[in-house]
């Protein structure tokens, strides 16, 4: 089971996003939840890593475990972090909407 916890602060912003575990939905390599999931984060963390005007730390320890966490440098930044973030959740809850039995998802609102 993929566990994701993706975090929005007040305004809906994302702030951090973390994924643990694998699908079990197909073999090692050929797992389609796994690949999506994957799929999503990663180019979400090279989009937003390559902005000068948002911070996007991500580390990947090991297999099946993935967080990014960022923060915006500027309304340029906080215009595209809004644009990034929300395509980011909306993929993510279709993957889990998709298969429920491989990959859950959680959105927790961040307060000051």
């Keep these: 089971m993929i566990t994701i ?5 007040d305004t ?3 702030k951090s996003c ?7 939905a ?3 390599g050929h797992d ?10 990663r180019t979400a963390q ?12 991500s580390e990947a320890p090991g297999r099946g475990i993935f967080s990014l966490e960022t923060q915006a440098h500027s309304q340029a930044g906080q215009d595209f972090l809004a644009a990034a973030g929300s395509f980011l959740v909306e993929g ?9 039995g491989n ?5 927790k609102q961040w307060r000051n």
């Design 103 to 107: 990959c859950v998802m959680t959105i």
């Design 12 to 14: 809906g912003l994302l």
């Design 32 to 41: 389609i939840v796994c690949a999506a999931v994957s799929v999503l984060v």
């Design 46 to 57: 090279t989009v937003l890593s390559g902005r000068k005007d948002i911070t996007a730390r």
């Design 5 to 9: 916890t993706v975090v929005l602060d």
């Design 18 to 24: 973390d994924v643990r575990g694998h699908a079990g």
């Design 92 to 100: 993510l809850q279709s993957v889990a909407g998709e298969y429920p």
């Design 26 to 28: 197909g073999k090692q």
